[in-house]
């Protein structure tokens, strides 16, 4: 017996697509159930994202006219993670193996099939890792090559050149499901559940149509997100720094008194108010990572829901499946 696929796919605001993107991946569904690979009660699940245009009108119409399809509606915006999250929790319940992809056909459809396979092989997740960037701008490239060594060198560690297509057995997502933090970065996350993992190559493209959710502020942020969710490094590196600068401190206290003692003149003023600002400057900065810290903790603490559900479309005979 085949297992239950589940498509997840977050939309924001992503009307201009998703006629294209039902298309394929209805195909690609169909074409999986005609070779025995996926169950027929394998859906794709379209979670909208808070959006302001008529996405939720073409999910449900989409739903309507063909079983496959299945949505999910969020109470408001909640940014893409969430998003992900609250699909691949309500496709926990109700499917064997669920794929996590981007509405804007980015990620290569035809890499599931791939993903498929190494699930049944063993695999509880399977990372989709793109092999080359060659249809990116240099500075996209750029930019986002960065953020994967600024991450792993922060203590953040994730699966380089992967982004959010990845496929999840039920027990990973199960797994997934114990991970209780508000400030999600499931990057970051997945690879702590463990298990066997599998990675599969493919080539990332163009934008099908609209325009990136995601620009470079955006993408910074998420960095920051990334860093100080998943690792303590940078207050650790402000432990070193500071003994770093007592040590210089140190030095140069013993330079003054030799001199002191040597009779010499008290040195300029341009070096000691040098000194002020510099450590002035690293005072704020350490105290600014430590707030953001603080910060986290006290979100984490509310423990505020991660996101809200507004409504799940059924199969129509009623039944969940
Ligand atoms: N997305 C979302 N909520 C948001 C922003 C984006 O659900 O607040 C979805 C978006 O619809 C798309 C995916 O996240 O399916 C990735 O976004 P995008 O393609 O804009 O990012 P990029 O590929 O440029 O990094
Ligand atoms: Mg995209």
């Given at each position: 017996?085949?297992?239950?696929?589940?498509?997840?796919?977050?939309?924001?605001?992503?009307?201009?697509?998703?006629?294209?993107?039902?298309?394929?991946?209805?195909?690609?569904?169909?074409?999986?159930?005609?070779?025995?690979?996926?169950?027929?009660?394998?859906?794709?699940?379209?979670?909208?994202?808070?959006?302001?245009?008529?996405?939720?009108?073409?999910?449900?119409?989409?739903?309507?006219?063909?079983?496959?399809?299945?949505?999910?509606?969020?109470?408001?915006?909640?940014?893409?993670?969430?998003?992900?999250?609250?699909?691949?929790?309500?496709?926990?319940?109700?499917?064997?193996?669920?794929?996590?992809?981007?509405?804007?056909?980015?990620?290569?459809?035809?890499?599931?099939?791939?993903?498929?396979?190494q699930y049944?092989?063993?695999?509880?997740?399977?990372?989709?890792?793109?092999?080359?960037?060659?249809?990116?701008?240099?500075?996209?490239?750029?930019?986002?090559?960065?953020?994967?060594?600024?991450?792993?060198?922060?203590?953040?560690?994730?699966?380089?050149?992967?982004?959010?297509?990845?496929?999840?057995?039920?027990?990973?997502?199960?797994?997934?499901?114990?991970?209780?933090?508000?400030?999600?970065?499931?990057?970051?996350?997945?690879?702590?559940?463990?298990?066997?993992?599998?990675?599969?190559?493919?080539?990332?493209?163009?934008?099908?149509?609209?325009?990136?959710?995601?620009?470079?502020?955006?993408?910074?942020?998420?960095?920051?997100?990334?860093?100080?969710?998943?690792?303590?490094?940078?207050i650790r590196?402000?432990?070193?720094?500071?003994?770093?600068?007592?040590?210089?401190?140190?030095?140069?206290?013993?330079?003054?008194?030799?001199?002191?003692?040597?009779?010499?003149?008290?040195?300029?003023?341009?070096?000691?108010?040098?000194?002020?600002?510099?450590?002035?400057?690293?005072?704020?900065?350490?105290?600014?990572?430590?707030?953001?810290?603080?910060?986290?903790?006290?979100?984490?603490?509310?423990?505020?829901?991660r996101f809200?559900?507004?409504?799940?479309?059924?199969?129509?005979?009623?039944?969940?499946?």
């Amino acid at each position: 017996m085949a297992d239950i696929l589940y498509i997840v796919v977050p939309c924001y605001n992503e009307e201009e697509v998703l006629p294209e993107t039902s298309r394929r991946l209805r195909e690609k569904l169909e074409g999986l159930m005609a070779a025995g690979k996926i169950a027929p009660e394998s859906r794709v699940l379209f979670v909208n994202d808070g959006s302001r245009d008529r996405t939720w009108e073409i999910i449900t119409q989409l739903h309507q006219e063909c079983p496959l399809f299945s949505g999910a509606d969020l109470s408001r915006n909640r940014g893409h993670q969430n998003a992900l999250l609250a699909g691949l929790m309500t496709a926990k319940d109700r499917c064997d193996m669920a794929i996590s992809m981007d509405a804007d056909l980015q990620d290569d459809v035809d890499a599931v099939d791939a993903m498929v396979e190494q699930y049944y092989a063993g695999c509880d997740i399977v990372y989709g890792v793109r092999f080359s960037r060659k249809k990116d701008t240099f500075f996209k490239r750029f930019t986002a090559e960065g953020f994967y060594r600024l991450m792993n060198t922060m203590g953040a560690e994730t699966v380089f050149n992967h982004a959010d297509y990845r496929l999840m057995s039920k027990r990973a997502l199960e797994g997934l499901a114990q991970f209780k933090e508000v400030n999600l970065f499931l990057r970051g996350i997945v690879p702590m559940i463990g298990y066997r993992s599998g990675t599969v190559e493919y080539e990332r493209g163009e934008r099908f149509a609209g325009e990136s959710k995601y620009p470079l502020k955006k993408m910074l942020s998420f960095a920051m997100e990334g860093i100080t969710s998943l690792s303590v490094k940078p207050i650790r590196m402000i432990t070193g720094l500071g003994f770093f600068v007592f040590l210089v401190s140190i030095l140069m206290l013993i330079y003054s008194i030799v001199r002191w003692a040597m009779g010499e003149t008290i040195l300029g003023w341009a070096s000691m108010i040098c000194s002020v600002w510099a450590i002035g400057g690293l005072i704020l900065l350490s105290l600014g990572v430590i707030g953001e810290y603080i910060g986290k903790i006290y979100l984490e603490s509310k423990e505020r829901p991660r996101f809200l559900l507004r409504e799940v479309l059924e199969d129509r005979d009623g039944k969940a499946d």
